[in-house]
Antibody, heavy 125, light 107 residues
């Protein structure tokens, strides 16, 4: 079945970086956009950016520009999200999610139909 | 950035009630609104996309409407498994933004 499986929980110190993985299965990896969304404890959802695995292109939310990097490994159908210069406010559950729209030059991103299980990142000294 | 404002932030309802949640965008976004349901400790689940299209596998008691700046999610007859938090989200332009959520609790 179609699924996204994320890496395990992380504990990091302020100023460090974290790299979260999201492994896709059950569909053609390069055919669909992948988004990253985070959720601080007890808070709402926050969109971080979108990755097109087909052409290795990204759009990041301005808030995270310069701190976030999204990459891929097509050999393992895995997308990575790296967040640097971590601070306590980055403590959150991080989700990858597939866009149900196919990643083509004429298709706009649509909605998030498949979600990973989430990766808890805790930033604490 | 486009702001999405949901109301109410929480509500109490009984099984069988009709429930309506509204979402207002800070500018016109055509029909580019999606609705998600999230249960504690779980990832969100897509219910409705482009304002009124029912996601495959989602019960027909869920419906969405609206265009421009005002949108509505309706649950026609609330079931025990529907107690959760609901979020609207705009896909009109990046950064995608979510409403603050509406928590539906048991009365």
């Amino acid at each position: 079945q179609v699924q996204l499986v994320q890496s395990g929980a992380e504990v990091k110190k302020p100023g460090a970086s974290v790299k979260v993985s999201c492994k896709a299965s059950g569909y053609t990896f390069t055919s669909y956009y992948i988004h990253w969304v985070r959720q601080a404890p007890g808070q709402g959802l926050e969109w971080m950016g979108i990755f097109n695995p087909s052409i290795d292109s990204t759009t990041y939310a301005q808030k995270f520009q310069g701190r976030v990097t999204m990459t891929r490994d097509t050999s393992t159908s895995t997308v990575y999200m790296e967040l640097s210069s971590l601070r306590s406010e980055d403590t959150a559950m991080y989700y990858c999610a597939r866009d149900q729209a196919r990643a083509t030059v004429v298709t706009r991103p649509d909605a998030l139909d498949i979600w990973g299980q989430g990766t808890m990142v805790t930033v604490s000294s | 950035d486009i702001q999405m404002t949901q109301s109410p932030s929480s509500l109490s309802a009984s099984v069988g009630d009709r429930v309506t949640i509204t979402c207002r965008a800070s500018q016109s976004i055509s029909s580019y609104v999606n609705w998600y349901q999230q249960k504690p400790g779980k990832a969100p689940k897509l219910l409705i996309y482009v304002a009124s299209s029912l996601q495959s596998g989602v019960p027909s008691r869920f419906s969405g409407s609206g265009s421009g700046t005002d949108f509505t999610l309706t649950i026609s007859s609330l079931q025990p498994e529907d107690f959760a938090t609901y979020y609207c989200q705009q896909s009109y332009s990046t950064p995608w933004t979510f409403g603050q959520g509406t928590k539906v609790e048991i009365k």
